[in-house]
């Protein structure tokens, strides 16, 4: 299989999907304004993704990191290390979202 078989790419259908699987979990334990909240990252999470399969390797692997970010829990076996919550997720993609408006530097 060439690349161009692949259309959009591999790579851009796993991070949706894992988008999605986070998303599914987090409608069983969600209600109301979080709920909401993880709505809306997922939706800014795919619309990210797509925007970014032809960009640069910079660019997706920003994208890629604030879908880890919003995908990983931090569980520890150290009880003083709090699960991560949806807001540090928001942090992440706002802060992906902002590098990829922000214009590198010209050459």
């Known amino acids: 299989m060439t690349v161009e ?9 796993v991070l949706i ?5 986070r998303l599914v979990a987090l409608r069983a334990g969600l209600h109301g304004p979080d709920l909401e909240l993880a709505e809306e990252l997922a ?6 993704i797509l925007a970014t399969t ?11 990191a604030a879908v880890h970010y919003f ?6 076996r ?3 290390l709090p699960l991560r ?3 540090a997720a928001q942090r992440a993609v706002d ?3 902002h590098q990829l408006a922000t214009p590198g530097p010209t050459p």
């Open 5 to 13: 078989e692949r259309g959009r790419g591999s790579g851009t259908d």
């Open 17 to 21: 999907r894992k988008v999605d699987s």
């Open 43 to 48: 939706a800014r999470l795919r619309e990210m």
């Open 54 to 64: 032809r960009s640069s390797a910079a660019d997706r692997a920003r994208v890629r």
């Open 71 to 76: 995908v990983q829990r931090r569980e520890s």
């Open 78 to 80: 150290d009880a003083r």
């Open 85 to 87: 919550s949806l807001a």
């Open 95 to 97: 802060r992906a979202a």
